[in-house]
């Protein structure tokens, strides 16, 4: 049960090209999500994913997008990457099974580290 | 617009003392209170939380409160131990609904042996 995994670790891009970030999960579960995190600025969620086929807009989409055809899987797409997109991604899932005091919490993988030049 | 604030970059505390982590918030809606920790080079994983209904959660050395009135939350860790130096993120969630989080931007603890 390796939980939640993200390919790449680390990737370096020039301004202009594009990638796309894998995350998987082992656990069945429903809602996966996409966050970038950056220096004093904590985790902010840039899309997310309710299940197969669907996918909604976190708080900072601009620049990228998602799919997620398959459940284990949710995509993140840079199409055309800017220095501003230099950060570490958090891929992370949840599902319905909740903590001793009833909440659901998410499971996180270990980060992709995005440069950007 | 910050929604979840954890106004102290940074803590240091002595190994085997309270270490105090605190955390803030503006939305009354939020049901639930999540505390993560996080290790250099890899992903957070989840510590505790708590209800918004009720206003303490104690699990082994990790004791989370929760003052409704005042917005405001509490991780206490007893006794703080030099393992426990790691990044802590609060963040806060609807039962329903968005079933999004809103992360703190994190409190970096240090134990000091």
């Known amino acids: 049960n390796a939980g939640v995994t993200q390919t790449p670790k680390f990737r370096v891009l020039k301004t202009g090209q594009s990638m796309t970030l894998l995350c998987a999960q082992d656990m069945n579960h429903e809602y996966m999500y996409w966050y970038r995190q950056d220096p004093g600025m904590g985790l902010r969620l840039i899309h997310y994913?309710?299940?197969?086929?669907?996918?909604a807009k976190g708080e900072v989409p601009d620049g990228y997008n998602v799919s997620r055809l398959k459940k284990q899987n949710f995509l993140l797409g840079l199409e055309s990457a800017a220095p501003s997109q230099t950060s570490v991604y958090f891929c992370?899932?949840?599902?319905?099974?909740?903590?001793?005091?009833?909440?659901?919490?998410?499971?996180f993988g270990p980060g992709t580290r995005l440069t950007v030049l | 617009d910050q929604q979840v604030k954890q106004n102290s970059p940074s803590l240091s505390v002595q190994e085997g003392r309270i270490s105090i982590l605190n955390c803030d918030y503006t939305?009354?809606?939020?049901?639930?209170f999540l505390w993560y920790k996080k290790y250099p080079a890899e992903g957070p994983t989840f510590l505790i939380s708590i209800s918004s209904i009720k206003d303490k959660n104690e699990d082994g050395r990790f004791t989370v409160f929760l003052n409704k009135s005042a917005k405001h939350l509490s991780l206490h860790i007893v006794p703080s131990q030099p393992g426990d130096s790691a990044v802590y993120f609060c963040a806060a969630s609807w039962r329903s609904g968005t079933y999004k989080y809103i992360f703190g931007t994190g409190t970096r603890l240090k134990v000091l042996a």
């Open positions: 994913s309710v299940g197969e086929g669907t996918t």
């Open positions: 992370a899932s949840r599902g319905t099974r909740t903590s001793g005091d009833g909440a659901n919490e998410q499971f």
């Open positions: 939305n009354s809606m939020f049901d639930y």
